[in-house]
């Protein structure tokens, strides 16, 4: 009986670390220039280059990473099951509709096997919706809770991350920050 009770109570404590993580928006700032991603264990080091990477969209269009230079990019990593992520839809479609020609919004979604496309329609989503169906993007970028979002400037480098659900002033804030 106490075996059970202990077991209970580490599984309550490893939920509620889970669910803190997840609607934690604080953004993570570091310092540093350095070239290359360095890995840390919370993700991609700030200031980084962002690793490149190639995905298919919902419509069949090949998107890589590195041809987007010159632009800034907002990348986020999202589910279709993800409560957070539904959230921030609707304030990243109205940000994608203002936002300059400059800046690009990637939505990298880690669950392809579920209906996607129903998704995308049912929000009215019309920025880039990126699979991720070998989930090799999403272990690159070391994500651990959804939505997580990192803000790429114009030369590739990662500029700030951010993790929990994104509100419309949060990502002009950003993006406003990159060069």
């Known amino acids: 009986m106490v075996k059970k009770i202990i077991a209970a109570v580490i599984l309550i404590t490893l939920l509620t670390v889970a669910i803190v993580q997840a609607v934690d928006k604080k953004p993570e700032k570091q310092s540093g220039t350095a070239k290359e991603a360095s890995v840390q264990t919370t993700g991609l080091t700030i200031g980084a280059k962002a690793p490149d990477f190639e995905l298919k969209t919902l419509t069949g269009e090949t998107v890589k990473l590195s041809d987007l230079k010159g632009k800034k990019v907002i990348l986020n990593f999202w589910a279709t099951w993800c409560g957070p992520c539904k959230k921030e839809m609707p304030e990243m479609e109205k940000f994608f509709k203002q936002a300059d020609k400059d800046i690009t919004i990637l939505a ?29 993007v999403n272990k690159t970028y070391q994500v651990i809770s959804i939505p997580t979002t990192y803000f790429i400037d114009s030369d590739g480098l990662i500029q700030n991350k951010l993790v929990g659900s994104m509100k419309l002033d949060d990502m002009v804030n950003f993006t406003g920050k990159l060069k």
Not at 116 to 135: R, S
């Open 108 to 136: 990298v979604n880690i669950d392809p096997q579920l209906d996607v496309k129903g998704f995308a329609n049912e929000y009215k989503i019309t920025f880039p919706i990126l699979l991720d169906k070998d989930d090799q």
